[in-house]
């Protein structure tokens, strides 16, 4: 039996933000002629972000954003868009929140300093232009919660960290004019937010291939300083004597962001988050530890953003018969618990529709069915709004749930209710029983709902057919003791309505910590090491290949939603596994 004792109860609580997505314009269309929009509805996404990722470099125009087909820069082939308006109009009458992405990758000189670094060469006029336009809703007049300032700088944006500072700093001054100009600015517009990329070691932004052949990490971090012209002591090496070159990265990037103008203008920074599952937990934070301990030690009040995560997508590294399905349904619970902890203001899933292994609802076209995943997230975004992660007693360190018999519980509290996700934790049928009658004495109305798979099907392979089953609480839960019959990997969610808590209860709520009083966890010495990219593995069909190949490098913090990673993407993508290792 597994006994439930809460211990703490976060100060942080789900947001409908957290339940965001990403629509891929080289992909996803609307109304008769598509299925993105009814599969958004599904889903319960109220905030969109678009273009989409790496497609936002290759062929987002801000000059004319309405176009309907672009020129894939890698194969020569013509790709069809969703155009800014539809895309906009859409949102408007169906009250979604946007985020735009703005392209950066042609913004730059040809013209190099003495170390190599490109000038920033933005384009203001067209700049302006788009944006004048996006806030006067000549495209539609959907709410705006933020632009971000290019996708992926290292990768798609073919540019260095000394470079994507010099181009963001500029663009957030000029999009921070243009909101504060306005004649909404300081009504309408005054909640917009403008984001910058948090630094990164990969593609073209690898800095440890400049540094390897020093000896000592104290000599590297006197070659980066007198290289940059940034400050930078101890505190960048870990413990095994390896810099930490993420934040390198990050403090690069900031040191362009020299004026009071350039950093009033930022209001929050991105990161791209694709975990490594139950086996690296790591991998679901180390980027927002970076963002905290970087961006946040210099300017004050930053929101933090995710507008791409997931479990990563990958046939090379795992088999993907043994890690998808529930075992992803049950990371992708993991990883929004860990942004609720870090305070992250947005996340946008990646993707809603695609042709890899990680969709939530199949591809562009497809019968709209929701995927496993897709399921999970869409009981998460109905059940977990407004409440706050409990950690029980007997959880790990780093993590909420409880872990015991091979199964994990996860404890979400509101005034009104709670919430559990019971997951397996092997594919074996087992028996569960759970002793409730700590935590609450009585309650009102109990619903109790099992995300499986259709008979026949491999609980862990992407390509299974999810089945949601309804329980009667009469028959599993007695006298506090709930006890259900679970077959491999399956998550019961058990909603209780107006539960009576229990005095213990509420001296664990009464003992949480205040969400100003959130102390951030130490950065964690081991870092995420990159991957090499798989190359189109996922594509279900060859003549296909060009438009939609997944991209799982650098830890997966790639996308693909159109050509790849963009011109020289996938060579920049290569670099880093030159060397073994190597270090972030």
Do not use: C
Not at 431 to 455: C, F, P, R, T
Not at 471 to 490: A, C, H, R, S, W
Not at 534 to 543: L, M, R, S, V
């Amino acid at each position: 039996m597994i006994y439930l004792n809460a211990q703490t109860i976060s100060g942080q609580q789900y947001n409908q933000e957290i339940f965001g997505a990403n629509i891929l314009a080289s992909r996803d269309q609307l109304g008769e002629d598509g299925t993105y929009d009814n599969a958004a509805a599904a889903l319960g996404v109220q905030h969109v972000r678009y273009p989409g990722g790496s497609l936002t470099e290759d062929y987002f125009d801000l000059s004319n954003p309405d176009n309907t087909s672009a020129i894939d820069p890698d194969t020569g082939r013509e790709v069809e868009l969703l155009p800014y308006t539809e895309f906009m109009t859409y949102a408007e009458e169906n009250d979604i929140d946007v985020t735009i992405v703005l392209p950066t990758r042609h913004f730059l000189t040809e013209e190099t300093d003495a170390n190599g670094h490109r000038f920033a060469n933005v384009d203001e006029a067209s700049l302006r232009g788009f944006i004048q336009d996006t806030l006067n809703g000549e495209h539609g007049s959907p709410t705006i919660r933020a632009f971000e300032i290019g996708n992926e700088y290292w990768g798609s944006g073919e540019m260095d960290s000394l470079e994507y500072g010099r181009v963001s700093s500029q663009m957030a001054q000029i999009l921070n004019e243009e909101i504060d100009n306005h004649s909404e600015g300081d009504t309408a517009y005054s909640e917009v937010d403008i984001l910058v990329q948090n630094g990164q070691n990969y593609g073209s932004a690898r800095l440890i291939g400049d540094y390897d052949h020093l000896d000592t990490a104290e000599e590297q971090l006197e070659a980066i300083m007198e290289d940059y012209n940034v400050e930078l002591d101890e505190s960048f090496v870990f413990n095994s004597g390896e810099i930490s070159w993420a934040r390198v990265a990050n403090e690069i990037i900031l040191s362009e962001f020299d004026t009071a103008e350039e950093r009033d203008a930022v209001d929050g920074v991105i990161a791209h988050i694709y975990s490594r599952g139950d086996g690296s937990p790591n991998s679901r934070e180390y980027d927002l530890n970076v963002i905290d301990s970087t961006w946040g030690e210099q300017i004050d009040g930053l929101d933090t953003y995710v507008t791409e995560w997931n479990l990563r997508a990958n046939r090379t590294n795992w088999d993907p018969e043994e890690q998808y399905g529930l075992r992803q349904a049950h990371e992708i619970l993991n990883m929004t618990e860990v942004f609720v902890e870090h305070d992250v203001e947005a996340a946008h899933i990646w993707a809603v529709q695609q042709n890899n292994l990680t969709n939530l609802a199949g591809n562009e076209g497809d019968d709209g069915r929701l995927t496993v995943p897709g399921e999970m997230f869409r009981m998460m975004n109905e059940s977990l709004v407004d409440t706050r992660p409990v950690s029980f007693e007997g959880s790990g360190n780093r993590e909420h749930e409880l872990a015991e018999e091979d199964t994990s519980v996860h404890g979400f509290y509101a005034e009104d209710r709670m919430v559990l996700f019971i997951a397996s934790n092997t594919e074996d049928t087992q028996q569960s029983v759970i002793d409730l009658s700590q935590i609450m004495s009585g309650a009102g109305e109990m619903h109790i709902d099992v995300l499986g798979v259709k008979d026949g099907y491999n609980p862990t392979s992407p390509e299974s057919l999810a089945e949601v089953t309804t329980l009667d609480p009469d028959q599993v839960f007695d006298n506090g003791i709930l006890t259900t019959q679970m077959d491999g990997y399956e998550i019961i969610r058990v909603e209780i309505d107006n539960p009576d808590y229990t005095a213990d209860f509420m001296s664990a709520l009464n003992g949480a910590p205040k969400a100003e009083d959130e102390v951030v966890d130490d950065l964690i010495e081991t870092p995420v090491i990159p991957e090499v990219p798989a190359a189109a593995e996922d594509e279900a069909d060859a003549a296909d290949a060009g438009d939609d190949s997944e991209d799982d490098g650098m830890t997966d913090a790639g996308d693909s939603d159109g050509g790849g990673s963009g011109g020289m993407g996938l060579a920049l993508a290569i670099l880093p596994f030159l060397a073994l290792l190597g270090g972030l």
